[in-house]
């Protein structure tokens, strides 16, 4: 079942976001024949605006989406057909989050894609392949196969940061609709007192030996790099640690609201 929520989920956004992401791709084909190297006239200038607005358009669509599917199909009056449905909370739950942490990583990755298209001229592409080949050969040399464990942590960083952004917005959301009156209002308060909460935690987290900021790094060398390595992907791995223990947390809050305090009033 699931499957088929994503699929849904997938499927009635997808219809919104890929439009965008058309149309931002083709103004930046445009803006990259449009704009000359010494002219800058009107039509250029109206290209890059469309451009601008398309992309600033994309991003906060992208926000407001997320918050909307959510308490639109949850927490209003689709809800109760939504929870009609032979689905756990914590299902739906999953397919929303894993819809907007796509379509969020599709949208950086669209909005980056544009920007080359626009600011790579003829042999660039082949220089900066070359480049970024250096510097991975360089990076090997200097740190070995740890390289790519590096990588891969940073990489888990970003997802488990970004998962985490989401999952404290639909707690908000659960929390604020607990109330009967003022729902928006309680749940930006609510995103207030989570994020001090959090705050809180991670000063004492932060206070065991190893974790992201109890240890004095300080690097001035290549040398201080590759001596300082265990301990960086240490604070790497203890910060990928804290913010799945705060995903869970706020997974928590918001599973336990949608299944034993729901408030569709």
Known sequence: MLSKLLKYELKATGRIFLPLFLALLLFAVINRFALG???FDTPAMISMAIYIMIMVGMFVMTFIMMIQRFNKNLLSDEGYLMHT??????K??????FVSMLWMLISGLTALMSILIIALRNGDLTKFAEAFSTTHHQAFELLGASVYLLSFEIIIVLLVTLASGILIIYASIAIGHLFNQHKMLASFGAFIALSA????LLKFFNMIPGTAFSSNIHISSVND????QPAIQLIIASGIIFTG???AAYFAITN???SKRLNLE
């Open 37 to 39: 190297p010494e002219e």
């Open 85 to 90: 449905l032979p689905v756990k909370p914590w």
């Open 92 to 97: 739906h739950i999953v397919s929303k989050l």
């Open 197 to 200: 909460l959090s705050e809180i």
């Open 225 to 228: 790099l590759i001596s300082m």
């Open 245 to 247: 223990l705060l995903c």
């Open 256 to 258: 336990y609201i949608l």
